[in-house]
């Protein structure tokens, strides 16, 4: 099957500790994308990649850092200067880079408390 | 500050009427895309808008984009319970490579 995977789908961190979110796909899509998602809000943008060992940062990208070694992975650190960084984390794909003609294809999620 | 304004926040409605979310940019969009996500999953792309004025139907679900590109409305008619979750709206600018999420309108359908 094709898509895009996220692991875990659920994760617990002590405050202070960095945390690296994974996200794998196996769709050959250049742009990968991480979305935060709170309560009662839309998706933020928090870093952007067009082609490996090239990304952008987004609208919050403070506290977080992102690789792009290689063109299936995309992981995303939650570094401790993230003030608030429990939240809903979803990576998501496209076929070229945000040409505004193309879908994006999300993972499943992952949930992460810090406590 | 927030983008794309997206209305209403939540709708509920009995199983059988119509529901609309309406999405509003303060500048010109090139393009609109909508997602729905369920409760528990994750976003699913349902459609892209173009063009000035475009209007295109999926079923029971019409989309449109307004003549200015700066608006935008997804329309259910005779919800269903499986219609149940969140719906997004994301515009992307000119000369602005990234898509902005509405906030999204939370349906909720009684059966």
């Known amino acids: 099957d094709g898509g895009i995977t996220q692991s875990p789908k659920y994760l617990f961190r002590k405050e202070g500790q960095n945390v690296t979110l994974s996200c794998e796909q196996n769709l050959n899509h250049d742009a990968m994308y991480w979305y935060r998602q709170d309560p009662g809000q839309g998706l933020r943008l928090i870093y952007y990649?067009?082609?490996?060992?090239?990304?952008q940062k987004g609208d919050i990208a403070e506290g977080y850092s992102v690789s792009r070694e290689k063109k299936e992975s995309f992981p995303l650190t939650v570094t401790s200067a993230q003030k608030n960084p429990t939240a809903f984390y979803l990576c998501?794909?496209?076929?070229?880079?945000?040409?505004?003609?193309?879908?994006?294809?999300f993972g499943p999620g992952t949930r992460l408390t810090v406590l | 500050g927030q983008q794309v304004m997206q209305i209403p926040q939540y709708q509920h409605v009995q199983e059988g009427e119509d529901f609309t979310t309406y999405c509003n940019s303060s500048t010109t969009l090139s393009n609109i895309q909508w997602y729905k996500q369920r409760p528990g999953g994750h976003p699913v792309f349902l459609i892209q808008l173009v063009k000035s004025g475009e209007v295109k139907k999926q079923k029971r679900l019409t989309f449109q984009f307004g003549e200015a590109k700066k608006n935008s409305s997804l329309h259910i008619t005779a919800t269903q319970t499986t219609d149940v979750g969140t719906y997004f709206c994301a515009g992307a600018k000119y000369n602005f490579n990234k898509f902005y999420f509405g906030s999204g309108t939370k349906l909720n359908v009684k059966p």
């Open positions: 998501a794909s496209s076929i070229i880079f945000f040409t505004g003609n193309n879908e994006q294809f």
């Open positions: 990649s067009q082609i490996v060992n090239d990304f």
